[in-house]
């Protein structure tokens, strides 16, 4: 396989949680490329499960892929940029996928012992597929007995493993809030209750939670990343949004930050005469990497002489946290050399840490379980 071209390919085609259609099929193509004979392959909403049986079984190794892309509009000047413009692989999922699909390929080819499940997982990014796709049928039929995924990461060089034991990615909760006050004339503010002056207020408000509220010991990040409300600028607006997300260590920080939240609220519905609504959305439980399954795989590194940094715990998030909350396994980094970060317009990681990642994450099924 062409490791290059298959994430090319998949760079052009971009598509949000739980409409990726066309990566799919591309991924049932690729796959379908392949010998059959001891592959087997059940969709899953617009996700895949794909099954690969060994030589002489005892239990199933399970390895998950997020394939799912972020609304952003790219700016890479790559010559196979996105064709569904306004969409980005902007945190990697396109590498994600194309090292799963190389893994595959080589169990496929060079049998292994056990039987292999590649889970390809739709919505990461939102609302989240992981816990949907736990409890399908579909996969609590081929369920695995362990599981491990990584992560691309701006942070290392191109090819470096980074991972703990304990935290690594955060817990998180999306964020709405919706003002509803009352609309009315520009020219008259005395006559209405303006939800823009009320979120803007909301917004400079939560700043003081994790600056004043928040044990400075317990990490924690409150981040507003869109306002919206209003529909012409001499109008005042009847409705505004505010949309951001919450990150924390631990469940007690997470769930002392939602009161806080729901106290500016109120304070917010009393000042302004508006109404506040809030929706936490999705919320990720923590990638929490035990001891002793994270510990062999350090190991492994390093007796195969794979870059490897022990990396600080990150305060992105990831629903590959439920699957590490009820079965064996772990997770890790994979460097793909300095660009910019994750969730930009102009990410561009290096294209040479595909080939490690395949090596890393197939030799590893062959030898380290
Ligand atoms: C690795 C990464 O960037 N993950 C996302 C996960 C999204 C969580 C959820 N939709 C939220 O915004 O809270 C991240 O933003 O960390």
Redesign the pocket.
Known sequence: MDYVAVRRALHQIPELGFEEVETQAFLLDQIKQLPQERVQIKKWKTGLLVRVAGTHPTKVIGFRTDIDALPIKENTGYSFQSKNVGNMHA?GHDFHMTIALGALEDVVLHPVKEDVLFIFQPA?????GALPIMASSEFQNWKPDSIFAL?VSPEFPAGTVATREGIL??N????FIDFFGKGGHAASPHLTHDTIVAASHFVVGLQTIVARRVNPLHSAVLTIGKISGGTKQNIIAEHARVEG???TLDQETMKAIKADIERHVQAVETAYQCRGEIDY????YQVFNRKEYVDPFIQFCRQNKYPLELCDEG?????FGYFLRDFPGFMFWLGVGKTAN??SADFKPDEAALAQGVKVVSTYIREGF
Not at 124 to 128: A, I, K, M
Not at 172 to 175: K, N, R
Not at 281 to 284: L, S, V
Request: glycine fraction near 14%; hydrophobic fraction near 30%; aromatic fraction near 8%.
């Open positions: 945190c990461e990014e939102g609302p989240g992560h990615f955060a998180t909760s999306e964020l997300t919450i990150r959305g999705a919320n990720y305060m992105a998030g990831e629903d994750l969730h």
